[in-house]
């Protein structure tokens, strides 16, 4: 079992930056892969970056390519997103996942854990 709390969310302008961070409960943070999702209100929720075990590898939606960074910290069981030239269409609820094993869906599908989400707003 993995808890995951997310943290780092808030109000900003276009154009400003943010990063959330997700800390995870337990000692085998590094036996998961890890992703952030978001939901804006009204919509499905999207993929938007995920990381290998190791770290060594990430992956990106086309809509933040370039603007956001995902990485880990193995030691300190967290995973962040940094968020830099931020747009009003960013604004949504931010969630991290954790996935145990590789499957056909990654990155972007069949998480086994789920955080509670934190609200990003970027106002115009």
């Known amino acids: 079992q993995v808890q995951l709390v997310e943290s780092g969310g808030g109000l900003v302008q276009a154009g400003g930056s943010l990063k959330l961070s997700c800390a995870a409960s337990?000692?085998?943070?590094?036996?998961?892969?890890m992703g952030w999702f978001r939901q804006a209100p009204g919509k499905e929720r999207e993929f938007v970056a995920a990381i290998r075990r190791s770290g060594d590898i990430t992956y990106y939606a086309d809509s933040v390519k370039g603007r956001f960074t995902i990485s880990r910290d193995n030691a300190k069981n967290t995973v962040y997103l940094q968020m830099n030239s931020l747009k009003p269409e960013d604004t949504a609820v931010y969630s991290c996942?954790?996935?145990?094993?590789?499957?056909?869906?990654?990155?972007?599908?069949?998480?086994?854990?789920w955080g509670q989400g934190t609200q990003v707003t970027v106002s115009s």
């Open positions: 996942a954790a996935m145990r094993r590789y499957g056909s869906n990654w990155p972007t599908g069949s998480y086994d854990y």
């Open positions: 337990g000692r085998t943070f590094n036996n998961y892969a």
